[in-house]
């Protein structure tokens, strides 16, 4: 019973979400950022308005009627939340010093936080992986790194 | 459409050792993947693609389908050694399969889930090959009005097939299309949607969505799971006998009305938009186990339910390009990754590729033959390889494939600005599917976008803007009419199922 109340109360905070955003794009987000044109027999706002009422009636419809699915683990979600924000910040390291320095330093943030503590599988992650990938791409594709 | 001496070039591009050579590290890196928990074909070939952009483009879509067969071969080995299946499409295979691996017969098990796989996957080729031509010519005399109408259908059956609820599945579907609005509209050539960002008027890089929706998230997903649970390395048991180790010819004879079944229920529903081998395989195992005459075998190692669900998920892969082929609409995951491959290397899947690039599609056909042969030759070489790679450890695996991402997608787009809209879709994955909400749909809605629009652009040319017109074409009309029935269809069963 307590599984179906929050499968439901989930279903309805992604209809409101699905129909607020729908809402917003039809009313505020398409009128701005879509470029009017003459002419032509359809115009490029045309398809974006339609979607955007599908997603909002979609939505709209979802609140009304939730369906029975499980939402993922919001404790594994918030986990997730930490990965994503790594990630973030490897991307963000990859543009300031480049793939070779930050790949062995994300790599082993990743393991680290995983779980990862045999050494042996920590050094082929870090050092192994990373060099490898360097060789392949540099050296076999000539191709650069990001 | 095609003459024969077309068929036969292509046929010998697929067998010349440079293509060969393609589909074999395509075979062996998808059984390999197949065979690490977590990762899969679809991952495994969504990192690849940007890895095939220097190639022409038949070793490049040959490779894709090399890894796509082999992950469903090597999918079947952690199923059978953990009852964790490597990719969904294993589930069923775990049912047996588990039970003899703990009687000390993984090899039979995985041998008897290879020998099955690579008998249903011909069977759906030799399908795949023998009708797409003839149905490729049916689909030429279809015009924009009913390509709009096809859409529509293949839509209202994604939404209703795919996941759990029709609402989320057009929600996902319209937001597939929204997304694929976003860069240049097809029509004035005005920029859309992209607030600023001149680097998205050409759309957004297919590579990025599709890397972050299907293999980034997924990973965030398996990485939530991994945390702080580093998997101890697992043991095979082993009776020592030899007969314990192979499938004797008289076993794999005596599934074979099995095999067959499951490789004609998964033909068929392959061909079908959205439905998936994971559905095919239990159709098939529910059906083997209900005609069997001793249904209480199964689950307990039954060679026949390994035969039945391999069978039967392998056809599903080849049936799967039959809409993609024929009609250039993706019936699945793999096909979409298959779609963005022949895209990036400049070709639209549809009619006109039998009559446009003949030779290549021929080839490809060549190539999938050739990579079910190499299926079985590297799984009879590597299974006992392959149960080894079920022990890697996740934290080695998953630090790689997202290293293998950033790169991949920062040589397909050009640098870090693709790699950030690969995260956010990424992120936007992990988060619709934490919600019930199909990636599926919205990949092939996605693909489908651009060509959508265009087509209604087109029809609403031809028709003045009177969408009355669209009746007059009785293809047209069927279709929608089969749309609106099938989207009250699925709509009354969700009611029902809501009910029970």
Same mark, same amino acid.
């Given at each position: 019973?307590?599984?179906?109340?929050?499968? #439901?109360?989930?279903?309805?905070?992604?209809?409101?979400?699905?129909?607020?955003?729908?809402?917003?794009?039809?009313?505020?987000?398409?009128?701005?950022?879509?470029?009017?044109?003459?002419?032509?027999?359809?115009?490029?706002?045309?398809?974006?308005?339609?979607?955007?009422?599908?997603?909002?009636? #979609?939505?709209?419809?979802?609140?009304?009627?939730?369906?029975?699915?499980?939402?993922?683990?919001?404790?594994?979600?918030?986990?997730?939340?930490?990965?994503?924000?790594?990630?973030?910040?490897?991307?963000?390291?990859?543009?300031?010093?480049?793939?070779?320095?930050?790949?062995?330093?994300?790599?082993?943030?990743?393991?680290?936080?995983?779980?990862?503590?045999?050494?042996?599988?920590?050094?082929?992650?870090?050092?192994?992986?990373?060099?490898?990938?360097?060789?392949?791409?540099?050296?076999?594709?000539?191709?650069?790194?990001? | 459409?095609?003459?024969?001496?077309?068929?036969?070039?292509?046929?010998?591009?697929?067998?010349?050792?440079?293509?060969?050579?393609?589909?074999?590290?395509?075979?062996?890196?998808?059984?390999?993947?197949?065979?690490?928990?977590?990762?899969?074909?679809?991952?495994?070939?969504? !990192?690849?693609?940007? &890895?095939?952009?220097?190639?022409? *483009?038949?070793?490049?879509?040959?490779?894709?389908?090399?890894?796509?067969?082999?992950?469903?071969?090597?999918?079947?080995?952690?199923?059978?050694?953990?009852?964790?299946?490597?990719?969904?499409?294993?589930?069923?295979?775990?049912?047996?399969?588990?039970?003899?691996?703990?009687?000390?017969?993984?090899?039979?098990?995985?041998?008897?889930?290879?020998?099955?796989?690579?008998?249903?996957?011909?069977?759906?080729?030799?399908?795949?090959?023998?009708?797409?031509? *003839?149905?490729?010519?049916?689909? $030429?005399?279809?015009?924009?009005?009913?390509?709009?109408?096809?859409?529509?259908?293949?839509? =209202? !059956?994604?939404?209703?097939?795919?996941?759990?609820?029709?609402?989320?599945?057009?929600?996902?579907?319209?937001?597939?299309? $929204?997304?694929?609005?976003?860069?240049?509209?097809?029509?004035?050539?005005?920029?859309?949607?992209?607030?600023?960002?001149?680097?998205?008027?050409?759309?957004?890089?297919?590579?990025?969505?599709?890397?972050?929706?299907?293999?980034?998230?997924?990973?965030?997903?398996?990485?939530?799971?991994?945390?702080?649970?580093?998997?101890?390395?697992?043991?095979?048991?082993?009776?020592?006998?030899?007969?314990?180790?192979?499938?004797?010819?008289?076993?794999?004879?005596?599934?074979?009305?099995?095999?067959?079944?499951?490789?004609?229920?998964?033909?068929?529903?392959?061909?079908?938009?959205?439905?998936? =081998?994971?559905?095919?395989?239990?159709?098939?195992?529910?059906?083997?186990?209900?005609?069997?005459?001793?249904?209480?075998?199964?689950?307990?190692?039954?060679?026949?339910?390994?035969?039945?669900?391999?069978?039967?998920?392998?056809?599903?892969?080849?049936?799967?390009? +039959?809409?993609?082929?024929? $009609?250039?609409?993706?019936?699945?995951?793999?096909?979409?990754?298959? !779609?963005?491959?022949?895209?990036?290397?400049?070709?639209?899947?549809?009619?006109?590729?039998?009559?446009?690039?003949?030779?290549?599609?021929?080839?490809?056909?060549?190539?999938?033959?050739?990579?079910? &042969?190499?299926?079985?030759?590297?799984?009879?070489?590597?299974?006992?390889?392959?149960?080894?790679?079920?022990?890697?450890?996740?934290?080695?695996?998953?630090?790689?494939?997202?290293?293998?991402?950033?790169?991949?997608?920062?040589?397909?787009?050009?640098?870090?600005?693709?790699?950030?809209?690969?995260? +956010?879709?990424?992120?936007?994955?992990?988060?619709?599917?934490?919600?019930?909400?199909? $990636?599926?749909?919205?990949?092939?809605?996605?693909?489908?976008?651009?060509?959508?629009?265009?087509?209604?652009?087109? =029809?609403?040319?031809?028709?003045?803007?009177?969408?009355?017109?669209?009746?007059?074409?009785?293809?047209?009309?069927?279709?929608?009419?089969?749309?609106?029935?099938?989207?009250?269809?699925?709509?009354?069963?969700?009611?029902?199922?809501?009910?029970?």
């Amino acid at each position: 019973m307590k599984g179906t109340a929050m499968s #439901s109360s989930s279903d309805r905070i992604s209809g409101a979400f699905f129909c607020l955003f729908g809402l917003a794009m039809y009313f505020l987000v398409i009128p701005v950022y879509v470029e009017t044109a003459e002419g032509g027999s359809l115009a490029p706002n045309t398809l974006p308005n339609i979607i955007s009422i599908i997603i909002a009636v #979609s939505g709209a419809f979802l609140v009304i009627k939730p369906t029975k699915h499980q939402m993922r683990d919001p404790r594994r979600m918030a986990i997730t939340g930490f990965y994503v924000l790594l990630l973030i910040a490897g991307i963000y390291g990859m543009s300031k010093f480049g793939f070779e320095f930050v790949a062995p330093v994300l790599a082993f943030a990743l393991m680290w936080m995983i779980g990862e503590r045999r050494p042996l599988w920590l050094i082929s992650g870090v050092v192994l992986m990373p060099a490898l990938i360097w060789f392949v791409v540099t050296q076999l594709l000539g191709r650069g790194l990001p | 459409m095609v003459d024969f001496a077309t068929i036969l070039a292509g046929f010998s591009d697929a067998f010349s050792l440079y293509n060969l050579m393609f589909v074999l590290l395509g075979v062996v890196l998808g059984q390999f993947v197949g065979a690490v928990p977590g990762i899969g074909p679809i991952m495994a070939m969504a !990192i690849a693609i940007p &890895f095939t952009f220097g190639l022409d *483009p038949l070793p490049a879509i040959a490779f894709l389908v090399g890894v796509n067969k082999g992950g469903l071969v090597g999918g079947a080995v952690p199923a059978v050694l953990m009852n964790t299946p490597g990719t969904p499409d294993a589930a069923a295979t775990a049912l047996d399969g588990y039970p003899l691996a703990r009687q000390g017969k993984p090899l039979k098990a995985t041998k008897m889930a290879l020998f099955s796989s690579v008998t249903g996957d011909t069977f759906s080729d030799i399908v795949l090959i023998t009708i797409s031509a *003839p149905l490729a010519i049916l689909a $030429l005399r279809m015009g924009p009005i009913e390509i709009v109408a096809l859409m529509i259908f293949a839509f =209202s !059956i994604l939404a209703g097939l795919v996941g759990t609820s029709l609402t989320k599945g057009i929600i996902a579907a319209a937001l597939g299309l $929204l997304v694929a609005s976003i860069g240049t509209d097809p029509e004035n050539f005005t920029p859309r949607l992209i607030f600023g960002f001149w680097d998205l008027f050409n759309g957004l890089p297919l590579p990025s969505v599709a890397i972050g929706l299907l293999a980034i998230s997924e990973i965030l997903h398996r990485l939530s799971l991994a945390h702080g649970n580093v998997r101890a390395a697992i043991t095979v048991a082993d009776t020592g006998n030899p007969d314990d180790r192979r499938v004797t010819w008289i076993e794999y004879w005596t599934c074979r009305y099995t095999m067959m079944r499951g490789a004609l229920i998964g033909t068929v529903l392959g061909a079908l938009p959205g439905i998936g =081998s994971t559905a095919a395989a239990f159709m098939s195992y529910s059906m083997t186990k209900a005609g069997s005459k001793d249904p209480k075998s199964f689950g307990k190692g039954n060679l026949h339910g390994i035969a039945a669900a391999e069978s039967a998920n392998s056809a599903v892969v080849g049936a799967n390009l +039959i809409p993609l082929l024929t $009609l250039g609409i993706p019936g699945s995951v793999g096909a979409a990754l298959i !779609i963005s491959a022949f895209m990036i290397h400049g070709m639209q899947p549809g009619p006109l590729l039998f009559e446009n690039q003949g030779r290549l599609v021929y080839g490809l056909f060549g190539a999938m033959l050739m990579a079910n &042969f190499l299926n079985l030759w590297v799984g009879q070489l590597g299974l006992r390889f392959w149960i080894k790679v079920v022990s890697a450890p996740e934290s080695i695996i998953f630090s790689s494939a997202l290293l293998l991402c950033f790169v991949g997608v920062s040589m397909a787009t050009n640098g870090l600005f693709g790699v950030s809209i690969m995260l +956010i879709f990424a992120v936007l994955g992990y988060v619709m599917a934490s919600f019930g909400y199909s $990636l599926v749909i919205f990949i092939i809605a996605f693909f489908l976008g651009p060509r959508f629009e265009k087509s209604i652009a087109q =029809s609403l040319s031809l028709t003045n803007g009177d969408l009355t017109q669209v009746f007059k074409s009785p293809v047209a009309a069927a279709l929608l009419i089969l749309s609106v029935a099938s989207f009250i269809w699925f709509l009354r069963k969700n009611v029902q199922d809501d009910a029970e």
